[in-house]
């Protein structure tokens, strides 16, 4: 029987090896890609996920099942230590400007996705910001994958602060519809 | 005040967006425990969650998993040789459950502050580790020396160890504290071992180190029996003590 990701971060919060194991072969290829579009340079992005796991590790007593599901919990430590990363690098270098062209969800259909479990979903979830309108999408990408704050995204996309939070919450809502089919 | 301005402020603290007054702000009204913004929050990072999966493939580097597992296996190995040196669970307790409770709150408020928490936290089991042992000592002096019977004699260093002093403060029927400090650090595979002297032959009081400053902390049992003790004595012996004295006296208290 496969253990549910809460009951291994429940093992894992006694200490348990084993499912850790399970937890990180599980997760590590969820966060990783998101890692890796966040800081861009490979090595960078290998230290972070690192990071990330021993964190999961050591604070597993601290998830709180109620708080949200164990992939809202790990996405989430990988974001937030993955936009430190870039945020110390735009410290470190004032001429850093955070990527805005790329493409910044891959093409739909996709292929070469390994986990056969989010082979179902996955095609929903790829082009989800794609469903959004262009104004919207454009405040999401920069706050989720760029690490820009509300202020740095208004000074950036010269917009009022209010409009640019407008945007973010609405865009929010209409993702939420998005994906909530995978979810 | 309405609370709509709240579910707004909700989404972008979600994404890690919000900052400047409005966070502070925003992170106040989490604290007062809102349930309306929680479940925003909540639903949001699920939505966000599953937006990492619209990230372009990568295959996470090999290398990660070992090393990870090295580490685990590294902190585990030597939690168990801490564990083996003792803890002092019965003094600082509420301290330790007021530490817990602030990192956790802190955590609750500013979910993204976690690993400086986290590094926060691990130092301050380290003091509080640190701290408990201290306190355990002086509270076992303070109290010794509330009690009459209790006395201080002084020590002296000797020989290898001139400038070395020590006091021991010396309960007949509960045992005793020593305090060292000058002592210079025992050689490799050597430690210092205290003895009392009373009726008969020296008896073992146990064996001591000393800290990178000469100073040192150490618990005496009584003497079985209570029995009168004349002299306090500390030689260099092999590390893990010796039945009867075989080293030189570094420090002693006068007959």
């Known amino acids: ?183 | 005040m309405s609370h709509e301005p709240f579910d707004t402020l909700a989404a972008v603290y979600a994404l890690g967006a919000l900052d400047g007054a409005e966070l502070v702000e925003f992170e106040a009204h989490l604290a007062e425990g809102c349930a309306r913004c929680a479940s925003a929050l909540r639903e949001a990072h699920e939505t966000l969650g599953a937006l990492a999966r619209s990230a372009p493939p990568a295959v996470p580097p090999p290398e990660v998993r070992r090393v990870l597992h090295g580490r685990i296996a590294a902190a585990a190995s030597r939690r168990r040789r801490e564990g083996v040196r003792g803890s002092f669970p019965w003094i600082v307790g509420t301290a330790a459950a007021a530490i817990v409770a602030a990192a956790l709150t802190g955590a609750f408020v500013a979910g993204r502050y976690e690993a400086a928490l986290g590094q926060m936290a691990r130092e301050l089991a380290a003091t509080r580790q640190r701290l408990q042992r201290e306190v355990a000592f002086y509270r076992g002096a303070t109290d010794l020396l509330r009690d009459p019977t209790t006395r201080v004699v002084a020590l002296r260093g000797l020989g290898p160890s001139p400038g070395a002093t020590g006091r021991m403060i010396w309960h007949p029927a509960v045992g005793g504290q020593l305090f060292v400090a000058n002592l210079p650090a025992a050689p490799p595979g050597k430690a210092y071992e205290l003895w009392t002297i009373g009726e008969g032959a020296p008896r073992p009081a146990g064996v001591f180190r000393v800290d990178a400053e000469g100073r040192a902390i150490h618990r005496v049992e009584p003497v079985e029996g209570s029995k009168p003790v004349r002299v306090f004595a500390v030689t260099l012996e092999p590390e893990h003590g010796a039945p009867a004295p075989t080293g030189p006296m570094v420090l002693a208290s006068p007959k």
């Open chain 1, 1 to 183: 029987m496969t253990a549910s990701g809460a009951e291994l971060i429940g093992q894992m919060a006694v200490g348990d090896r084993e499912a850790f194991a399970r937890f990180y072969d599980r997760y590590a290829s969820l966060v990783f890609p998101l890692i890796q579009r966040i800081v861009r340079e490979r090595a960078d992005a290998s230290d972070v996920l690192q990071e990330v796991f021993w964190e999961a590790w050591q604070g597993a007593a601290s998830y709180d099942p109620t708080r949200g599901s164990p992939e809202a919990w790990i996405v989430m430590r990988a974001r937030t230590r993955a936009i430190d990363r870039i945020r110390a690098t735009r410290r470190r270098s004032e001429t850093f400007v955070a990527p805005l062209d790329d493409t910044l969800a891959a093409a739909p259909g996709d292929p070469g996705r390994d986990a056969a479990e989010r082979a179902a979903d996955g095609r929903t979830v790829r082009d989800a910001l794609g469903q959004l309108p262009p104004a919207q999408r454009e405040v999401i990408e920069l706050a989720y994958y760029a690490g820009l704050t509300q202020t740095e995204i208004a000074e950036r996309l010269r917009q009022p602060l209010g409009t640019v939070k407008t945007r973010i919450r609405l865009g929010l809502e209409r993702l939420r519809e998005v994906v909530k089919p995978a979810l």
